[in-house]
Each structure stands twice: as structure tokens, then as C-alpha cells.
């Protein structure tokens, strides 16, 4: 390869890992701040879909008047962060994964590392979708009393989940083929 061709793609490199970089960061900020700016501007609307979620297992959360507690709706709001946490750790270690390759640094351990725990942070996401659920309903359960309280556990996995889970192994195995072609590529250079 003639050092124009190599020069132009480290610097098609720099500029796409840039902006992907900054794509997954503008992304896991809208997703950090997308959840509080709903309660806060939607709340009527946001505890009428949860109370209506929630409503069938324990039907005094649909009575005419109900309001939950600030302390039912603020354990919602926070189990619902922990989920969307989670998310955005994900998408700053991508933009981190992305920096860094716009800044050359291709294939490194801390870079493979990085694709590692990405890919199992979008495995264990959508394991956590049926885990958020069960722990909202105990939250909004707190207000209720004895004998209207229900414990419903979710175990169930969707397609998009399914998506979510495969993408997650499809990274991790990309990042170990990737830590294996290193040591092959680490190898071969002592030898030449």
C-alpha cells in the first residue's frame, strides 16, 4: 500500500471514530436525561402507564383517584434509572472504544478489553428488562394494604431481547477473535 492510501485511511479512521464517538455519547446522554425529563414534564401521563401496568395483578392501583405515593413513584423512577444506567455505561464504552480509534489506537488490549465488557453489558441489559419490572411492582405495591399486595415475577425473554443478547455475544466473540489475531500479530512482529 503506497503511503497516500495509508494517510487517507487514518484519516477517514480519525474522522469516523469521531463521530461515532460522539454519536454514542450524544445518544447515552439523551438516554440519561430521557427518563427524568419524562416524569418531570409527563408525570400524569408517565404514572397512569405504570399504575395501568401494574394494575392488573393488583386492581386497587386502577381505583378511580388512586395516587401513589412520592415514595412508590421515586422507587419506580430509580429502579427505571438503574436500567437506563446500565444502557449508558454501554454507550459511553462505546464512544470510549470509538475515541480511541479515531486517536489510533486500532486494536490494544484496553481496546478489545472494552469491546469485552460492552458486549456483556448488552447481554445482561435485556436480562435485567424482567428483574426491573418485578421490583416496580413491589415499589408501587408499598402504598397498598395487606391483602392487596401482589409479588409478580416476570421470566420472560422477547425477540428484541433476544437481539439485545445476540448482538452482546456476537461482541464478545469479535473481541476475543480480535485479542487472538493481536497475539498472532504480536508474535509475527518479533519474528520479523
Known amino acids: 500500500m503506497n503511503s497516500r492510501s495509508v494517510a487517507y485511511a487514518r484519516s477517514r479512521l ?17 438516554e440519561l436525561l430521557g427518563t427524568p425529563l419524562l416524569f418531570a414534564f409527563d408525570f400524569p401521563e408517565i404514572q397512569s402507564t405504570y ?15 388512586y395516587q401513589a405515593s ?3 413513584i421515586g422507587l419506580v423512577l430509580v429502579v427505571e434509572m438503574i436500567l437506563s444506567g446500565v444502557s449508558v455505561l454501554a454507550l459511553a464504552l462505546t464512544g470510549l472504544f470509538f475515541h480511541r480509534l479515531s486517536k489510533g489506537q486500532t486494536w490494544t488490549s484496553s481496546n478489545i478489553k472494552l469491546l469485552w465488557w460492552v458486549g456483556l453489558l448488552c447481554i445482561g441489559t435485556p436480562l435485567l428488562w424482567p428483574v426491573t419490572y418485578t421490583l416496580q411492582g413491589l415499589a408501587l ?15 420472560g425473554v422477547s425477540s428484541q431481547a433476544v437481539y439485545e443478547i445476540m448482538k452482546g455475544i456476537l461482541l464478545c466473540a469479535f ?15 518479533c519474528y520479523v
Not at 395501568?52 to 381505583?63: D, N, V
Not at 473481541?175 to 512482529?189: G, Q, V
Open 51 to 65: 399504575l395501568q401496568i401494574h394494575g392488573e395483578t393488583m386492581p386497587l392501583l386502577l381505583a378511580p383517584g
Open 14 to 30: 480519525r474522522t469516523i471514530g469521531a463521530c461515532a464517538a460522539y454519536l454514542a455519547w450524544t445518544t447515552a446522554m439523551i
Open 175 to 189: 473481541s476475543l477473535l480480535m485479542r487472538d489475531a493481536k497475539t498472532i500479530s504480536d508474535e509475527h512482529n
Open 141 to 155: 405495591a408499598i402504598d397498598l394494604p395487606a391483602g392487596e399486595r401482589s409479588f409478580n415475577v416476570s421470566i
Open 70 to 72: 412520592s415514595l412508590a
